[in-house]
């Protein structure tokens, strides 16, 4: 039973591009979700935390579906800066046991 | 910006040796945790810590490992006897004041065991 989601990837795309990328979770009862980027053999970077009325910043907009139990990240005007795997975080819900998804990889090109 | 630091950035070791990872969480906050990431695949929970206790651990926190804060300042992860299986990237990570709140990852020890 796989707890958190994503569609690995990658995700090929031109400079400009839009590009959106949804993660799954299991447990219900989840309290907090995040958004992360991690460049390879890198630390994961919080980009963003997700709220229910959906936040954004810059060219980023992430949303919460709790009826459907998934999240969601729009990246808009990308750049090629914005080649990464972005990482899905849950918490909450019967523990504090912060779940990773395995991520979706990015790559913008020229 | 503050940061989270670890030490040291490579880590090599003998297969049954022990080894303990350094970690200086964000100053003013008061969640700290450990993840692992194995090569190719993804970051996983093992403990999260407050106030002097673990509060949280995954399965593959098992009796080989244990976590402390010797002082104001440090967190640690020790592996009492290391095996191979435990290669993989270490990361320290802090939050402010719950565990519902983002965390700060520190930039990893890789381990290599031998």
């Known amino acids: 039973r796989k707890e958190v989601e994503q569609d690995p990837g990658p995700f090929n795309v031109p400079e400009g591009a839009t590009v959106a990328f949804n993660c799954t979770y299991s447990?219900?009862?989840?309290?907090?979700f995040f958004w992360y980027r991690q460049d390879c053999r890198k630390e994961p970077k919080l980009l963003m935390s997700?709220?229910?009325s959906g936040n954004e910043d810059g060219r980023f907009t992430a949303q919460l579906n709790r009826a459907s139990q998934y999240i969601s990240l729009l990246i808009r005007d990308s750049k090629l800066s914005d080649s990464a795997t972005y990482l899905c975080?849950?918490?909450?819900?019967?523990?504090?046991?912060?779940?990773f998804g395995r991520g979706t990889s990015l790559i913008v090109h020229p | 910006e503050p940061e989270v630091t670890q030490t040291p950035s490579h880590q090599v070791t003998q297969m049954g040796q022990e080894v303990i990872l350094r970690c200086v969480p964000i100053s003013n906050h008061l969640y700290f945790y450990w993840y692992r990431q194995i090569l190719g695949q993804k970051v996983e929970f093992l403990v999260s810590?407050?106030?002097?206790?673990?509060?949280?651990k995954s399965e593959i926190f098992d009796d080989q490992f244990s976590v402390e804060r010797p002082d104001g300042s440090n967190f640690t992860l020790k592996i009492r006897s290391t095996k191979l299986e435990d290669s993989a990237m270490y990361f320290c990570?802090?939050?402010?004041?719950?565990?519902?709140?983002?965390?700060?990852f520190g930039d990893g020890t890789r381990l290599s065991i031998l």
């Open positions: 975080v849950v918490n909450g819900g019967g523990s504090y046991i912060p779940t």
């Open positions: 810590f407050y106030n002097n206790e673990i509060s949280e």
């Open positions: 990570a802090s939050s402010e004041l719950d565990r519902n709140q983002p965390q700060h």
């Open positions: 997700v709220y229910s």
């Open positions: 447990n219900s009862a989840s309290q907090s």
